[in-house]
């Protein structure tokens, strides 16, 4: 591991102790270290090689009910079960669709899930993953229809780019944002030439400079 990515380890350490512990100003000075600071970024990517990964592959949910989870996720979001490998002996599902996979195993005594939080709060800051999404109008009445609590909000609307959101839960409280990002342009610190954009997906639009050239 190199020094850069040793220091940016340490901070992340130091931030999580910092939240933990709640001490506010430990917490935004190591914030504003690695995010407000464009050197520092410059730093942190410089003895980084290129890296061979591609994009997402899938995310993984321990469940109490994978059957209840499978029907969540194809009837609400639109996921299709795929064939899950025999080599795999214990019980599981497998979804596709969108260009990422979703992988629920049965939960058991042995495996919890630490980080979801089942209480009906919705709370955007909570752990969640989110979905680009085309029409944010029929995937809210399809949330109405399966009568599926959510909650909506529209930020950056000042930037001129405005963002909606639709955060829910799954049947074991993981939360689940819908949102239409791609309306963000997405602007590199640094190291604009380490960036991977897939080509068979549409990506949002990248600021090549200080000038915003797209």
């Known amino acids: 591991?190199?020094?850069?990515?040793?220091?940016?380890?340490?901070?992340?350490?130091?931030?999580?102790?910092?939240?933990?512990?709640?001490?506010?100003?430990?917490?935004?000075?190591?914030?504003?270290?690695l995010v407000g600071?464009?050197?520092?970024?410059?730093?942190?990517?410089?003895?980084?090689?290129?890296?061979?990964?591609?994009a997402l592959n899938h995310i993984s949910r321990l469940c109490e009910s994978v059957d209840a989870s499978v029907r969540f996720y194809?009837?609400?979001?639109g996921f299709v079960l795929i064939h899950r490998p025999p080599a795999l002996d214990f019980s599981g599902a497998w979804l596709f669709n969108?260009?990422?996979?979703?992988?629920?195993?049965?939960?058991?005594?042995?495996?919890?899930?630490?980080?979801?939080?089942p209480e009906t709060e919705l709370d955007p800051m909570d752990?969640?993953?989110?979905?680009?999404?085309?029409?944010?109008?029929?995937?809210?009445?399809?949330?109405?229809a399966m009568r599926i609590r959510y909650m909506?909000?529209?930020?950056?609307?000042?930037?001129?780019?405005?963002i909606d959101q639709l955060f829910f839960r799954?049947?074991?409280?993981?939360?689940?944002?819908?949102?239409?990002?791609?309306?963000l342009e997405l602007v590199p610190t640094d190291a604009l030439g380490r960036l991977r954009?897939?080509?068979d997906r549409h990506n949002p639009p990248v600021r090549m400079g200080a000038g915003g050239a797209e």
């Open 1 to 33: 591991m190199g020094e850069a990515c040793r220091d940016a380890a340490a901070a992340g350490r130091q931030l999580r102790q910092d939240e933990a512990g709640g001490g506010g100003g430990g917490r935004h000075h190591a914030e504003n270290e």
């Open 152 to 162: 909506k909000r529209t930020i950056n609307e000042e930037e001129g780019s405005p």
């Open 74 to 77: 194809v009837k609400a979001l």
């Open 197 to 199: 954009l897939p080509r």
């Open 127 to 144: 752990n969640h993953v989110s979905f680009q999404c085309e029409d944010m109008g029929a995937m809210e009445r399809r949330l109405q």
């Open 170 to 183: 799954d049947p074991d409280g993981f939360m689940i944002e819908i949102c239409n990002c791609e309306n």
């Open 98 to 117: 969108y260009g990422v996979g979703i992988h629920l195993v049965q939960r058991d005594d042995a495996r919890r899930a630490p980080d979801v939080r």
């Open 37 to 54: 600071d464009s050197a520092v970024s410059t730093k942190l990517c410089e003895d980084v090689p290129a890296m061979p990964m591609m």
